[in-house]
């Protein structure tokens, strides 16, 4: 891996993940080789997860309960950028909420619109 190489160089250790923010959605990369992915169109709820002495994770959401998990340290401002295009996106509950001392999960946002299901097709 590229990644690794170019860390090793420089003394850095391989980090246990990186992620990709895009226009088209965030991707997450694990050391184990597994990657999370996510449309920021197929995005329907934002929930923000605290732990004592952990870094706080944002989770993107689909339809179907599948998502990205970007852990804080991981975000910059182009992630903080994209999330504002989110219909009705409140930027000051998702940093109320991270940083909040209360250890839990809280859902930040949903879409006021999500996608609805797909209708059962009938074939001849």
């Not at 989770?59 to 309960?65: C, P, T, W, Y």
Request: with cysteine.
């Amino acid at each position: 891996m590229e990644l690794a190489r170019i860390a090793a160089m420089h003394g850095n250790p391989m980090p246990d993940s990186y992620v990709y923010v895009t226009e088209e959605g965030v991707t997450r990369h694990y050391a184990d080789g597994s990657v999370e992915a996510l449309a920021w169109e197929d995005v329907v709820e934002v929930r923000v997860v605290t732990e004592s002495g952990e870094d706080v994770l944002f989770i993107l959401l689909d339809r179907d309960g599948e998502g990205c998990v970007v852990p804080r340290s991981a975000t910059d401002a182009t992630f903080l950028a994209r999330l504002r295009y989110l219909p009705d996106f409140d930027l000051d509950r998702l940093t109320h909420a991270a940083d909040s001392a209360h250890d839990g999960v809280v859902v930040v946002w949903r879409s006021p619109d999500p996608p609805s299901a797909l209708p059962d097709l009938e074939y001849d």
